[in-house]
T-cell receptor, first 113, second 113 residues
Framework: AQTVTQSQPEMSVQEAETVTLSCTYD???????LFWYKQPPSRQMILVIR??????QNATENRFSVNFQKAAKSFSLKISDSQLGDAAMYFC??????????FGAGTRLTVKP | DTAVSQTPKYLVTQMGNDKSIKCEQN?????MYWYKQDSKKFLKIMFS???????INETVPNRFSPKSPDKAHLNLHINSLELGDSAVYFC????????????FGQGTRLTVV
């Protein structure tokens, strides 16, 4: 099965600054999907951004963008203009073409006012 | 309308009891999952069903038995509950070969005393 690694258990950012969360994965497949999810204290899993492996262009959603490096199997999340409401656990997820979905261990993001 | 609903939201029970958690999705997705989130927030896949067929069965004690009566429902039955079963259990659904994200239920916090 594929593995997903998030090497930063905790990250901290000053409000209005930019922070990058790292994610790498291991796979032998060529077609797959990558996601970043946010889990606030309410424990609801909320989609932040998605990336299809066949697309070379990096996905962007408002203040959130990714740096997808397929050859390096890297999928980092950049949060610009950080806000207090961005504080949460962030999970990187890999979903294979046949729908096997695995998560990284998560990164706890703290936003300092 | 809730896309993925699981009940109950909280469950407190004694060791040795048998309990079930129910999950239903109204998105028409063909794949449903059960994940266990432990106290360190790690999301571990337990089971995955595709059109009522079991496709992923991770190393889970056989006290855990999933049941999928139809593709919109995936229930989790747990026999002889142990203290180590205490966790948050998430149900999720997604569509195969689609770039849409997986949708999650609100989670069931199971506490075994």
């Amino acid at each position: 099965a594929q593995t997903v690694t998030q090497s930063q258990p905790e990250m901290s950012v000053q409000e209005a600054e930019t922070v990058t969360l790292s994610c790498t994965y291991d796979t032998s497949e060529s077609d797959y999907y990558l996601f970043w999810y946010k889990q606030p204290p309410s424990r609801q899993m909320i989609l932040v951004i998605r990336q299809e492996a066949y697309k070379q262009q990096n996905a962007t959603e408002n203040r959130f963008s990714v740096n997808f490096q397929k050859a390096a199997k890297s999928f980092s999340l950049k949060i610009s203009d950080s806000q207090l409401g961005d504080a949460a656990m962030y999970f990187c997820a890999y979903r294979s073409f046949n729908n096997d979905m695995r998560f990284g261990a998560g990164t706890r993001l703290t936003v300092k006012p | 309308d809730t896309a993925v609903s699981q009940t109950p939201k909280y469950l407190v029970t004694q060791m040795g009891n048998d309990k079930s958690i129910k999950c239903e999705q109204n998105l028409g997705h063909d794949t449903m999952y059960w994940y266990k989130q432990d106290s360190k927030k790690f999301l571990k896949i337990m089971f995955s069903y595709n059109n009522k067929e079991l496709i992923i069965n991770e190393t889970v004690p056989n006290r855990f038995s999933p049941k999928s009566p139809d593709k919109a429902h995936l229930n989790l039955h747990i026999n002889s509950l142990e203290l180590g079963d205490s966790a948050v259990y998430f149900c999720a659904s997604s569509q195969r070969q689609s770039n849409t994200e997986a949708f999650f239920g609100q989670g069931t916090r199971l506490t075994v005393v």
